[in-house]
């Protein structure tokens, strides 16, 4: 059993790659072998629209055949069992290198046909990691979570299993005292750090152990 998570942030150490790791300590505890890849590592492009991918009789069906650095990273994840893609939350969106691994993922496995059938032959699990700046409350009234319903429920419709996380309210700078940043309040957010993380923490070990189980 083999679980890969993608880090689609610039950092290695923050909050997005914190739930990663212990994501892959959930899948570690139910016998998972574990993997971690950073995008922002690796030079590659989003999708270059050739189509290679469409043609029939295609040398590998499901797996992008534009050669670039994330080639080896794309097999890997055709190869796993489960997969946990990590990103922070920039202008609506997953950051950018995340929404290009999306694209060289999930468009070779889409057909053209009725329905829009996937080309798997057997189903991977995968989990979604989002953090924000946003409080939870935002999150849940303003429709701001619809946003990210989409790619979920694509991956879900392709890949089988998928399960999205929210990390909200989160830190960005150890301190606030020496940014343009008026709009949030230093001890408020790291009061949320200190008590709401720590439950992230463990919502992301129970996903990575969720995972491993769906994928059996």
Same mark, same amino acid.
């Given at each position: ?5 993608? &880090?689609?942030? *610039?950092?290695?150490t ?14 570690a ?17 989003? /999708?270059?629209? /050739? =189509?290679? @991918?469409?043609?029939?009789?295609? #040398?590998? *069906? ?14 890997? /994840? ?18 950018? !290198? ?10 070779p ?15 991977? *699990? ?9 409080? !939870?409350? =935002? ?24 399960? #999205? ?15 343009? @940043?008026? +709009? =949030? ?6 009061? #949320? %750090?200190? %008590? %709401?993380?720590?439950?992230? /923490?463990? &919502? ?7 995972? +491993?189980?769906? #994928?059996?």
């Amino acid at each position: 059993m083999k679980v890969i998570a993608i &880090n689609g942030s *610039p950092r290695k150490t923050k909050n997005t790659a914190t739930l990663l790791t212990k994501a892959l300590e959930g899948a570690a505890s139910k016998g998972a072998s574990t993997e971690i890849v950073h995008l922002y590592d690796i030079n590659f492009k989003g /999708c270059v629209s /050739c =189509f290679a @991918c469409k043609i029939k009789d295609c #040398a590998r *069906p499901g797996i992008c055949l534009y050669k670039d650095d994330i080639t080896a990273v794309l097999e890997k /994840c055709m190869e796993a069992d489960a997969i946990i893609l990590g990103s922070p939350i920039y202008f609506w969106d997953v950051a950018g !290198e995340m929404r290009s691994f999306i694209e060289r993922m999930m468009f070779p496995v889409l057909t053209y046909t009725e329905g829009y059938k996937g080309l798997l032959e057997r189903k991977i *699990p995968v989990g979604l990691i989002y953090t924000m700046n946003v409080t !939870e409350e =935002f999150l849940q009234t303003s429709g701001y979570k619809s946003l990210f319903e989409p790619a979920r429920a694509g991956l879900e419709r392709l890949f089988g299993h998928s399960e #999205a996380l929210y990390a909200y309210d989160t830190v960005q700078f150890d301190d606030y005292s020496k940014y343009f @940043c008026t +709009v =949030f309040d230093e001890n408020k957010k790291k009061q #949320a %750090q200190q %008590q %709401q993380f720590p439950i992230d /923490c463990e &919502n992301a070990f129970a996903m990575g152990a969720r995972l +491993v189980a769906n #994928a059996v």
